[in-house]
């Protein structure tokens, strides 16, 4: 099993940056899909965006697309989430997952990191 550690949140103001970091356990990281996932409270968790193995295909979720960049690097077994012009309503928990499947639903990804939390205030 894949274990998964984001790292990077915090709290800024709206318009500020961040980036978030996971680092996968799995020496066969490099064969996994990844996803980034959030849940705000009182809300279901909602996909934010996912890279292929390669890193050439990107997909992102509306809400954030053109704002948030996804990378990856394969022989430092870590994701990246680029986080720019943050708004208010971006603030959640933010998870990283892996999976085998090109998918935006999280029941596709079956390893799960344990989140780090952005809050953006306004």
């Known amino acids: 099993q894949v274990q998964l550690v984001e790292s990077g949140g915090g709290l800024v103001q709206a318009g500020d940056s961040l980036r978030l970091s996971c680092t996968a356990s799995a020496r066969t990281f490099s064969s996994y899909y990844m996803g980034w996932f959030r849940r705000a409270p009182g809300k279901e968790r909602e996909f934010v965006a996912r890279?292929?193995?390669?890193?050439?295909?990107?997909y992102y979720a509306d809400s954030v697309k053109g704002r948030f960049t996804i990378s990856r690097d394969n022989a430092k077994t870590t994701v990246y989430l680029q986080m720019n012009s943050l708004k208010p309503e971006d603030t959640a928990v933010y998870y990283c997952?892996?999976?085998?499947?090109?998918?935006?639903?999280?029941?596709?990804?079956?390893?799960w990191g344990q989140g780090t939390q952005v809050t953006v205030s306004s």
């Open positions: 997952a892996t999976g085998r499947t090109r998918s935006e639903d999280g029941y596709d990804y079956p390893n």
């Open positions: 890279i292929s193995w390669g890193g050439e295909d990107r």
